[in-house]
């Protein structure tokens, strides 16, 4: 649990101007704490961007998320368990076209995990570290109605591998 001091120094809007909000996913807006850092989406001009900041305050908030254009947003994070990095989905709100990225979690570059998905491909909101703490695996959206799962690495470093492909009649991966 965060404590409310904490809370209170984050960057963030007056609540009695603008409410709670969802995630664009429609889950609860959420706050997270991991290796001495809080993690939370904060609302940008036209989306959401990723932020930071030491959970004692003794920094200032950063945005870890990559610059976004007019109209995208960051859909959701999950930290690694060590919390030495974290993925986000981040894309078009407007038509829920999310690529998959990560950054380590006081900052850097930002590597897109997820490869290319094709026209209209997206990655899902199954997205989560290996025990490995290196691999990543996701869920995408690859065409109308298939889905598939993938592993890459946080990194980059080595290319999105296809876990599985879809079933015989034209079923696809529902959950993992």
Same mark, same amino acid.
């Given at each position: 649990m965060v404590p409310f001091s904490v809370l209170a120094s984050v960057e963030r809007p007056d609540p009695?101007? *603008?409410p709670l909000q969802e995630n664009v996913d429609g889950a609860p807006?959420?706050? *997270?704490?991991?290796?001495?850092?809080?993690?939370?989406?904060?609302p940008t001009g036209s989306g959401r961007e990723l932020r930071t900041r030491r959970a004692d305050g003794a920094d200032a908030a950063r945005v870890l998320s990559a610059v976004l254009a007019p109209g995208e947003t960051v859909a959701g994070f999950v930290v690694s368990a060590d919390g030495g990095h974290v993925l986000y989905r981040a894309g078009l709100q407007s038509e829920r076209r999310y690529e998959l990225f990560s950054v380590a979690s006081e900052g850097g570059p930002v590597v897109k995990v997820s490869g290319p998905l094709g026209e209209g491909g997206r990655v899902e909101s199954e997205v989560v570290f290996g025990p490995d703490g290196q691999s990543v695996y #996701?869920?995408?959206?690859?065409?109308?109605?298939?889905? *598939?799962?993938?592993?890459?690495? #946080?990194?980059g470093r080595q290319p999105v591998t296809r876990l599985c492909s879809p079933h015989a009649g034209g079923r696809s991966v529902t959950s993992f």
């Open positions: 009695r101007r *603008e807006q959420r706050i *997270e704490k991991r290796r001495g850092r809080v993690f939370w989406l904060a #996701f869920r995408a959206l690859v065409r109308a109605g298939v889905h *598939e799962l993938f592993r890459g690495t #946080f990194d």
